[in-house]
């Protein structure tokens, strides 16, 4: 027996092994909000795709940062997600990340700090 046929989720909202190895940029139709047992968390809903994506505080914070707090201001852009290594209670595992992209500074750059 696969562990794999017995906890895969059958929900509709992605899990980091749906990505890949890929990054996908998707546009964001709609922004919900859910009560779960541990507190209200936001999920998105994409164009183009079936699965939505619950918000962590961390990926909420990195939308924020590049698209405004308000989360109406937010359909219609496109953001990217990729699976990435993180921790979960302490072990290793794969979590879903909002991908920052920022300017990256040249060699000839003062360097600020």
Same mark, same amino acid.
């Given at each position: 027996?696969?562990?794999?046929?017995?906890?895969?989720?059958?929900?509709?909202?992605?899990?980091?092994?749906?990505?890949?190895?890929?990054?996908?940029? =998707?546009?964001?139709?709609?922004?919900?909000?859910?009560?779960?047992?541990?507190?209200?968390? =936001?999920?998105?809903?994409?164009?183009?795709?079936?699965?939505? =994506?619950?918000?962590?505080?961390?990926?909420?914070?990195?939308?924020?940062?590049?698209?405004?707090?308000?989360?109406?201001?937010?359909?219609?852009?496109?953001?990217?997600?990729?699976?990435?290594?993180?921790?979960?209670?302490?072990?290793?595992?794969?979590?879903?990340?909002?991908?920052?992209?920022?300017?990256?500074?040249?060699?000839?750059?003062?360097?600020?700090?």
């Amino acid at each position: 027996m696969n562990i794999d046929q017995i906890y895969t989720s059958t929900g509709g909202n992605l899990k980091a092994d749906d990505l890949g190895n890929k990054s996908w940029p =998707l546009t964001i139709q709609e922004v919900d909000k859910y009560d779960f047992d541990d507190g209200t968390k =936001l999920i998105l809903r994409f164009e183009k795709s079936e699965k939505g =994506l619950i918000l962590n505080k961390t990926n909420a914070r990195r939308i924020a940062e590049m698209h405004g707090p308000e989360t109406d201001g937010w359909v219609g852009k496109t953001i990217t997600l990729a699976a990435e290594d993180t921790e979960y209670e302490g072990r290793p595992t794969k979590g879903i990340r909002v991908q920052v992209d920022r300017e990256q500074a040249s060699p000839d750059d003062e360097i600020p700090f």
